[in-house]
């Protein structure tokens, strides 16, 4: 009998050991699988009903802007063009700082000057991405984000390119024999031509440093469009990823639109900078309004603002200043009636405010997403590469006191009876120093960057080069701040290559301003708007889709920014203007196709068919639409319900 329990004792042992190791085995093998979890539901509730694929209401929230389907892109030369020769006056290295689009904007600026000065460019070097930060050894500064090798190839008729100086003048580089200059991004082509020029001629070397997002005024005069062309070309065509942020970018598209659903790529424009510059501080709260007006303070003292340190944030609100939020995104997508299953990308590498500004937006859309829930660990640390393990900084050690100093301290407490001594002091955790905002409960001065903080930051440009590809890529385009006047910035640079190469897809451009007045004669009502206030906000946001607000963004953006809106220099019509003025259309419409050349015939053979395809296809699925109406009693609009057909939603909830 006793032998039959040990017997039994024995194999229930086993068979729990054994239990064991399959749960840890299967722990380990599925964990950069979790992720995963969130695309499986995203793609089984998400299954698109087929007959209103390319339906009206399909077309109605996806579908291109008519009005702008005669633009193509078209950055070729126009005119007399040579090519880049090797015998020249010299050459030009560049050291750029900044984020994303500050460094594609340096880089498109660094071109056009060298193609300007007749120079060779010698691969500029991204500081954020310089091995001194502890990036991955695989890299070097511009391939880390770039491809070195495309970029060469692609403007080989523009200029000449090298990967570094001959070793004879890198030599004298590091004597540092050269003379520098430190432009601003709005130099001017005289201060290249009577400054600089004159120095590289006679030093056969110059150095630029690069921190103000471009080397180079946006406007130039009609007699260099061409250089305005070679500047469409550099930024969307030789300035390609490197194949692995490529590869990873296009895998995150694919997972959008899994099941053949549209989605629509949203950038929060919330970043510290941009809000300490224009003065936006109160419309957050408790730490982040004072890491806001901490930066502002500092802008102020490096005199890039000149204004006071408190100003009225809400009216800075109201006058279009600030972002929108991304509850009143939110709102503004329900009232134009994209459903509440919507996939939703979150763009930005940096989001201020964190996850509690989202959660009113989440609430709206639950299919909102980001890279970290649409890629595994694994795939976005493949990217980054292996890089050195950073050593931890060492807890502060207590002040351990002696037998004789804390007898000395009793004894010069005082008379007897005394209180306790105070509790001795407990260490401070890990946790409770991490944290990028930690340093303002107790410092009044920001630190110094971390070796911690330079690696994210090289880290980020790639996470934004990920949001670049999937937001270039996106049915829908939503900014919630964009031409700022503060420079480049990443919506408009989305935005202007969107329009660069697919005029006619839907690209939102918001007039802020007058949001904000809507918003406020609707404060008590957000969630329960009356049909007159969807109704305006569906028609401004319609025209800001079309040429009417294209034409009033430019005005704003292109003096500061020309890869914003960088039409018509780098586009074609395959309609002429002088038709358009005849068949009696809009003033705004003759106003953008006044300046385009017209695509050559080519190209115009290549689109009719192209259309044509299309026309035919629209056609069948109409004709499939209406005959499944009518045998199955099916009604289109269910598919994508209007406002009124939305549940509400609450945001205490």
Not at 23 to 29: I, N, T, V
Not at 203 to 212: E, F, R
Not at 282 to 301: P, S
Not at 424 to 434: A, D, T, V, W
Request: proline share 8%; net charge neutral; aromatic share 8%.
């Amino acid at each position: 009998m006793k032998s039959k329990i040990k017997w039994a004792a024995l194999g229930g042992f086993v068979l729990s050991f054994v239990s064991l190791l399959v749960h840890l085995f299967l722990a380990k093998s599925s964990s950069d699988l979790v992720q995963y979890t969130a695309i499986t539901l995203f793609t089984e509730e998400l299954t698109p009903t087929l007959p209103t694929r390319k339906g009206p209401g399909f077309r109605k929230l996806w579908g291109s802007v008519k009005s702008m389907e005669p633009l193509h892109p078209y950055p070729n030369p126009r005119s007399t063009y040579p090519v880049a020769v090797d015998q020249n006056n010299g050459f030009i290295y560049a050291k750029i700082s900044g984020g994303f689009e500050k460094i594609s904007n340096s880089i498109v600026d660094l071109v056009a000057i060298s193609r300007l000065l007749n120079a060779t460019l010698v691969i500029p070097e991204i500081q954020e991405s310089a091995r001194s930060k502890g990036i991955s050894s695989k890299f070097k500064s511009f391939s880390y984000l770039y491809n070195e090798d495309q970029f060469i190839a692609a403007l080989a008729n523009d200029v000449t390119i090298v990967k570094s100086l001959p070793p004879i003048l890198r030599e004298a580089r590091r004597r540092k024999e050269y003379q520098h200059f430190k432009p601003k991004s709005s130099a001017s082509l005289k201060f290249y031509t009577s400054e600089v020029l004159p120095r590289l001629k006679k030093g056969k070397v110059i150095g630029l440093i690069l921190t103000d997002g471009g080397c180079l005024q946006s406007i130039l005069p009609p007699s260099m469009a061409e250089y305005q062309r070679l500047r469409c070309r550099v930024a969307f065509h030789a300035l390609q990823f490197r194949p692995e942020i490529e590869a990873l970018g296009k895998l995150m598209v694919e997972r959008l639109r899994a099941s053949g659903q549209p989605y629509l790529s949203y950038h929060p424009g919330l970043k510290r900078d941009a809000l300490a510059y224009h003065g936006c501080a109160e419309i957050f709260q408790d730490v982040h309004t004072e890491l806001i007006q901490y930066r502002r303070a500092q802008m102020i003292k490096q005199g890039i603002i000149s204004e006071e340190l408190s100003v009225d944030s809400h009216a800075r609100k109201r006058n279009g200043s600030c972002p929108l939020m991304p509850e009143e995104v939110g709102l503004l997508l329900r009232a134009m009636g994209y459903p509440p299953r919507t996939r939703i990308y979150l763009a930005g590498s940096e989001t201020f405010g964190g996850q509690r500004v989202m959660i009113p937006l989440r609430a709206m859309y639950t299919n909102l997403v980001d890279r970290t829930s649409l890629c595994s660990k694994k795939e976005l640390a493949n990217l980054v590469g292996p890089e050195t393990p950073l050593t931890p900084d060492p807890d502060q050690p207590l002040t351990v006191k002696s037998a004789n100093q804390l007898k000395e301290e009793w004894d010069k407490a005082g008379p007897r009876p005394r209180p306790l001594p105070p509790p001795p002091g407990r260490p401070i955790y890990r946790h409770e120093k991490e944290g990028w905002y930690g340093w303002i409960a107790d410092k009044d001065m920001e630190p110094e960057p971390s070796p911690k903080d330079q690696r994210e930051q090289a880290h980020r440009l790639l996470w934004d080069a990920l949001d670049y590809i999937v937001s270039v890529d996106a049915e829908v385009f939503f900014p919630g701040f964009d031409n700022d006047g503060n420079g480049p910035d990443f919506a408009s640079l989305v935005m202007g290559h969107r329009l660069y190469e697919m005029a006619s897809a839907r690209t939102f451009r918001p007039d802020r301003k007058y949001l904000a007045e809507l918003f406020n004669n609707t404060i008590d009502h957000l969630y329960y708007p009356p049909r007159n206030w969807t109704v305006a906000v569906r028609e401004h946001l319609n025209k800001s889709l079309a040429e009417e607000g294209l034409l009033q963004g430019s005005d704003i953006s292109k003096t500061k920014f020309f890869l914003s809106n960088p039409i018509p220099e780098c586009s074609c019509s395959t309609v002429k203007a002088t038709d358009i003025v005849h068949s009696g259309k809009n003033n705004n419409l003759h106003l953008l196709f006044e300046g385009q050349d017209e695509c050559p015939k080519w190209m115009q053979q290549l689109k009719t068919q192209e259309t044509n395809a299309e026309e035919v296809d629209s056609q069948e699925d109409e004709t499939d639409l209406d005959g499944q109406s009518e045998s199955e009693g099916y009604n289109g609009t269910d598919a994508i319900p209007s406002l009124e057909q939305d549940e509400e939603m609450d945001p205490d909830d």
